[in-house]
């Protein structure tokens, strides 16, 4: 056998060598990139899932709040008349306890801070003068207002303007707020109270 021949074997041998051992790495490679992808992708998955569960859990809190905010009103009833004093206090504290907490728990905004307004509303009507309704009128305007806002919410539709009565108490909120700090401060407070925030 001539030596050109045995030298063109072995470069041929070692060409395929090569080849077959780049061929080799190249399909490491991409069988490493394939897992990282995988693994990556099932992180992305994951995550997603994650986020899926919170969200449907910060929803089903928000159903929650919603169904404790009707119940209370359905359990602390307020009647327009004869109805004594004491419980009717009764029932606009037990209200404004439950609308104060499930408040923090509505995810739209403008609902959020719809219940909040209401809450303050029912807390400062229970100081006498404070507001221009009685406690029954004003219970009884928010027990209106309240079920309005959250059946638009419940159908997925934009939160309607306030009913009469309620959005002449809206509308209040300046005089309302300054005979309430006028009233701490005849009695002696040196406390100011701060306007409604939205939470």
Same mark, same amino acid.
């Given at each position: 056998m001539e030596w050109g021949t045995i030298i063109t074997v072995l470069i041929g041998g070692l060409i395929g060598l090569s080849g077959d051992t780049i061929g080799r790495i190249g399909a490491h490679r991409q069988a490493q990139r394939a897992r990282r992808e995988g693994l990556e992708d099932a992180e992305t998955a994951r995550r997603k899932a994650i986020e899926d569960n919170e969200r449907k859990g910060r929803e089903d809190r928000e159903r929650l709040a919603v169904e404790n905010i009707l119940k209370a009103y359905l359990g602390n009833p307020i009647m327009l008349l004869n109805q004594p004093t004491e419980e009717a206090s009764l029932s606009v504290a037990n209200i404004c306890i439950t609308l104060g907490f499930e408040q923090s728990f509505l995810l739209d905004r403008e609902l959020r801070h719809r219940i909040a307004e209401i809450g303050y509303f029912l807390d400062l009507a229970a100081a006498d003068g404070v507001v221009e309704y009685s406690l029954p009128e004003v219970g009884f305007l928010s027990r209106s207002e309240t079920r309005m806002l959250m059946g638009a919410w @419940? %159908?997925?539709?934009?939160l309607p303007d306030s009913i009469g009565g309620w959005k002449e108490i809206r509308d @209040? %909120?300046?005089?309302?707020?300054?005979r309430w700090q006028e009233k701490l401060r005849s009695a002696g407070s040196r406390v100011v109270i701060p306007p409604l925030s939205t939470y």
């Open positions: @419940s %159908r997925g539709e934009d @209040s %909120r300046p005089q309302v707020e300054a």
